[in-house]
């Protein structure tokens, strides 16, 4: 199985600034790269998938690069609703496997 | 709109088995694959498998070849994941998500959750 392995696992930034959250996938998974967003207590939400494809309905602000085994995300200028946690999960065969997390904190 | 409805909560007795439903509305339900994944409380995503509603072709993660079990019924257009053996490694929440119309298109929409505990 292809393992994801995601850091930071939790980070703390302020209303306004810009983050950066990676990926490393075990093996090449080309661009097949989700990213969702989770709320405390709220089911997941895609937000990005084969690496920079903005799902409907998500900000601009979020950005998505990366190939082949290292992926990124971006969030530029952290809004309240961006805290949360984050995951990425590869969509490149199955089974699918997710990352750890990243729990993203208000500073 | 797209929904996928889940019952919010199960409590079964260790060693039973739980049938999860999850009734999608707002698309055309034989053309998307329906996937299952598991999280555990404060822990991350685990996908447990997915099934084809058209023809109920699976694939199935292989730590949850025994232990899950994926249905459709097509009439009602709902989703079921059967959970046999149970015990407290398998108390979590698990969600119903749409996939695409290909294997290789990620969860777009996911269920509310129905959280399952294991408790006797």
């Known amino acids: 199985d292809i393992q994801m392995t995601q850091s930071p696992a939790s980070l703390s930034a302020s209303v306004g600034e810009t983050v950066t959250i990676t990926c490393r996938a075990s093996?090449?998974?080309?661009?097949?790269l989700a990213w969702y967003q989770q709320k405390q207590g709220k089911s997941p939400q895609l937000l990005v998938y084969?690496?920079?494809t903005l799902a409907e309905g998500v900000s601009s602000r979020f950005s998505g690069s990366g190939s082949g085994t290292q992926f990124s995300l971006k969030i530029n200028s952290l809004q309240p609703e961006d805290f949360g946690s984050y995951y990425c999960?590869?969509?490149?065969?199955?089974?699918?496997?997710f990352g750890g997390g990243t729990k993203l904190e208000i500073k | 709109q797209v929904q996928l409805q889940q019952p919010g909560a199960e409590l079964v007795r260790p060693g039973a088995s739980v049938k999860l439903s999850c009734k999608a509305s707002?698309?055309?339900?034989?053309?998307?694959?329906m996937n299952w994944v598991k999280q555990r409380p404060g822990q991350g995503l685990e996908w447990i498998g997915m099934?084809?509603?058209?023809?109920?072709?699976?694939h199935y993660n292989q730590m949850f070849k025994d232990k899950a079990t994926l249905t459709v019924d097509k009439s009602s257009t709902t989703a079921y994941m059967q959970l046999s053996s149970l015990t407290s490694e398998d108390s979590a929440v698990y969600f119903c998500?749409?996939?695409?119309?290909?294997?290789?298109?990620?969860?777009?929409?996911w269920g509310q959750g129905t959280s399952v505990t294991v408790s006797s």
């Open positions: 093996e090449n998974i080309y661009s097949y």
């Open positions: 084969n690496t920079k």
């Open positions: 707002g698309y055309t339900f034989t053309r998307y694959w």
């Open positions: 999960q590869h969509h490149y065969g199955t089974p699918w496997t």
């Open positions: 099934i084809d509603p058209s023809d109920s072709e699976t």
């Open positions: 998500t749409k996939g695409g119309n290909y294997l290789f298109y990620p969860m777009d929409y």
